[in-house]
């Protein structure tokens, strides 16, 4: 073997090694490590992943092996798509909707639908604590709200893509890993949901709030809801590190105020990126720039 050779390959498997590491401790910062690795070595992405999630199962961690093994296969089918040439819109969705059936089939294999096993309360009960303090007078059943769960794992999994494809370029710079571009890559400060998708967040925000016969159509309205909620936030989020760019920002003045919105002002931006649709603001703001 080649010394140069030698020399890639112990970046790579090191960059196997924090990419697994970084799934258990940091969860979804370990996204921009995870996609470096499918992107540029996929055989041993996948290879590490499945010896990692088996690990994880092997040693009773469920609940974690669930949730890394969908990151895993959203990232990576993710990045085997893109490669193809597909659409990062279609890409996306096929990726995300892979990353859930993973954890729904893999969550169901385990409890075989028993609300009785350990997994259900490790999923639910943090959720009930937090409903309960926002809703105290209300009774919520197990059953009724694992039925939200697919709409919350999507969100992660949208979230985990997400961050991924912002630092991914930090990750290569850091390992000395050569980026390649691809034309069906996404180009995040242009990331703009499809029209679509937009119409079907306003009838999931209307079917999600109105009493029907058809209690199916509710759940499946409020899933899409959570999904369409997070989805805008990363649009705003674009739209906010768009004018960052366009107007100069300095880097303590973005750092101050990505902490805003991390603390403060998370609905802001998602009504940001749900306007964005109506009033495309990078236009108007690219507009600016060349009339000044």
Same mark, same amino acid.
């Given at each position: 073997?080649l010394?140069?050779q030698a ?18 401790i940091?969860s ?6 995870i ?12 290879l ?7 690990s ?11 949730y890394?093994?969908?990151?895993w ?9 893109? @490669? %193809?040439?597909?659409?990062? @819109? ?8 892979a ?19 350990e ?10 604590v937090?409903?309960k303090?926002?809703?105290?007078? *209300? ?5 009724a709200?694992?039925?939200?769960m ?5 969100s ?21 890993? %050569? ?7 996404l @180009?995040?400060?242009e990331?703009?949901l499809p029209?679509?998708?937009i ?11 109105i ?10 309205a409020?899933?899409?809801?959570v ?7 990363f ?5 906010? *590190?768009?004018?960052?760019r366009?107007?100069r920002?300095g ?14 002002a ?5 009504i940001?990126?749900?306007a964005?649709?109506w ?8 507009k600016?720039?060349k009339?000044?």
């Amino acid at each position: 073997m080649l010394p140069q050779q030698a020399s890639d390959n112990k970046k790579y498997y090191l960059l196997a090694a924090v990419s697994a590491a970084m799934s258990i401790i940091f969860s979804v910062m370990s996204a921009p490590f995870i996609r470096v690795l499918a992107t540029t070595k996929s055989k041993i992405f996948w290879l590490v992943g499945l010896v990692f999630v088996s690990s994880l199962f092997l040693l009773k961690m469920n609940l974690v092996a669930i949730y890394v093994g969908a990151v895993w296969m959203t990232l990576g089918l993710y990045s085997e798509l893109e @490669k %193809k040439g597909i659409t990062w @819109k279609k890409s996306g969705a096929l990726s995300v909707l892979a990353g859930v059936l993973f954890g729904v089939i893999s969550f169901l294999a385990i409890t075989k639908w028993s609300v009785d096993h350990e997994l259900y309360k490790q999923v639910i009960d943090p959720l009930m604590v937090s409903l309960k303090q926002v809703l105290p007078d *209300e009774n919520f059943e197990t059953k009724a709200m694992m039925l939200f769960m697919p709409g919350l794992l999507a969100s992660a999994l949208i979230s985990s893509l997400a961050v991924s494809l912002v630092f991914e370029a930090q990750i290569f710079k850091a390992f000395h890993i %050569k980026r390649e571009r691809l034309a069906s890559g996404l @180009k995040w400060l242009e990331f703009r949901l499809p029209d679509m998708f937009i119409w079907f967040s306003l009838f999931s925000f209307l079917f999600a709030v109105i009493e029907t016969p058809f209690q199916f159509l509710q759940v499946i309205a409020i899933n899409f809801t959570v999904i369409s909620i997070v989805s805008f936030f990363f649009q705003g989020i674009s739209v906010f *590190e768009f004018a960052t760019r366009i107007f100069r920002f300095g880097r303590v003045t973005k750092l101050l105020l990505y902490l805003l919105i991390i603390t403060w002002a998370l609905p802001v931006v998602t009504i940001l990126g749900f306007a964005d649709y109506w009033v495309d603001f990078r236009r108007h703001m690219r507009k600016k720039i060349k009339v000044a």
